[in-house]
């Protein structure tokens, strides 16, 4: 893991809730839910600051978390193993 990556690989995380004025790229269903770090991709520029015209950064992580779909949609009918993949950025995690 590099230095600064705040979460390791199998690591709980939750979402932060939050519906900035800006543009933002975690969706709304995910946020509040928790769920473990599967992978890590890297350091890519910010998306919301780009939007804008920003110049993203400095550079965020950017993690794979996977939910069991059981969590995230209450009428669920699939079977329990089932699990969403979603990528998101480190300034949307916190700590568990």
Sequence with gaps: MASNEKYQLGELVRIRVGVPPTHFRTPEYIQGK???IAT???AFPNPESLAYGGNGLP???LYQVEFPQTDLWQDYK?????MLLIDVYENWLEKI
Excluded: H, M, V
Excluded at 78 to 82: I, K, T
């Design 40 to 42: 890590l991709w890297g």
């Design 34 to 36: 928790q769920g473990k």
């Design 59 to 61: 550079a965020q992580p």
């Design 78 to 82: 699939g079977p329990a193993s089932d």
